[in-house]
């Protein structure tokens, strides 16, 4: 399957065969992609948390309100982010740099990151959402469907998956065989409502 029909053939599916499980060469096969998605100066700040007991995997389905995707999925992905991966041994990010350059892109992390929490949130947030769509990519040319959810409560399954004070939860993603197709695309907005040539129009720009 190309990224064309990837793309176009991706959606979101809540009903997956509950009998399935994806192989251990395949979870692997589809997490050695998504560490090739991008993150800014290389700081690989996305974790993720393969949830393979069936209780444990149970008690968050009772913390997602009860989705049955969450158990029936082979796969269940929570894609969390390091907020202080910048501050843990940068050097290794750019280890097979030139010297002087790895010397440089630690320093300028150092830089960048130090005090300004705000800006660590927004960049995992951001690793873990081009990871998110990496993944549901290449599940789809694996012949696989997903679903990604943020309808959970955040606090109870980061409980529940151990997660460190300096982490946070993103969101979710379940991959699968689907048992029960999406439906159609309910309104996608034109592309002309949505991209702009250089600037916004005069006069739509509400600052609230």
């Given at each position: 399957?190309?990224?064309?029909e990837?793309?176009?053939?991706r959606?979101?599916?809540?009903?997956?065969?509950?009998?399935?499980?994806?192989?251990?060469?395949?979870?692997?096969?589809?997490?050695?992609?998504?560490?090739?998605?991008?993150?800014?100066?290389?700081?690989?700040?996305?974790r993720?948390?393969?949830v393979?007991?069936?209780?444990?995997?149970?008690?968050?389905?009772k913390?997602?309100?009860?989705?049955?995707?969450?158990?029936?999925?082979?796969?269940?992905?929570v894609?969390?982010?390091?907020?202080?991966?910048?501050?843990?041994s940068?050097?290794?990010?750019?280890?097979?740099?030139?010297?002087a350059v790895a010397?440089?892109?630690?320093?300028?992390?150092?830089?960048?990151?130090?005090?300004?929490?705000?800006?660590?949130?927004?960049?995992?947030?951001?690793?873990?959402?081009?990871?998110?769509?990496?993944?549901?990519?290449?599940?789809?040319?694996?012949?696989?469907d997903s679903?990604?959810?943020d309808?959970?409560?955040?606090?109870?399954v980061?409980?529940?998956?151990?997660?460190?004070?300096?982490?946070?939860?993103c969101?979710?993603?379940?991959?699968?065989?689907?048992?029960?197709?999406?439906?159609?695309?309910?309104?996608?907005?034109?592309?002309?409502?949505v991209?702009?040539?250089?600037?916004?129009?005069?006069?739509?720009?509400?600052?609230?």
């Amino acid at each position: 399957m190309d990224v064309f029909e990837a793309i176009s053939t991706r959606r979101s599916v809540r009903h997956f065969d509950p009998d399935h499980r994806m192989a251990e060469d395949e979870v692997r096969e589809l997490m050695e992609h998504v560490l090739l998605s991008p993150t800014a100066f290389n700081i690989q700040n996305w974790r993720f948390v393969a949830v393979e007991n069936d209780e444990l995997r149970c008690e968050i389905r009772k913390a997602a309100w009860d989705q049955a995707q969450v158990t029936e999925c082979s796969l269940l992905l929570v894609l969390c982010l390091d907020l202080k991966s910048w501050a843990k041994s940068p050097e290794r990010y750019w280890r097979n740099a030139p010297t002087a350059v790895a010397e440089s892109m630690v320093r300028e992390i150092k830089h960048f990151y130090r005090d300004d929490e705000g800006l660590q949130r927004d960049e995992g947030m951001r690793s873990c959402g081009m990871a998110a769509q990496t993944a549901m990519l290449v599940a789809r040319a694996m012949g696989y469907d997903s679903c990604p959810m943020d309808g959970f409560d955040f606090k109870r399954v980061g409980h529940l998956i151990n997660l460190p004070p300096d982490h946070r939860i993103c969101m979710m993603i379940c991959i699968g065989k689907t048992l029960q197709g999406a439906h159609p695309r309910s309104g996608q907005l034109a592309l002309d409502e949505v991209l702009m040539r250089d600037r916004f129009p005069d006069g739509e720009y509400d600052a609230g």
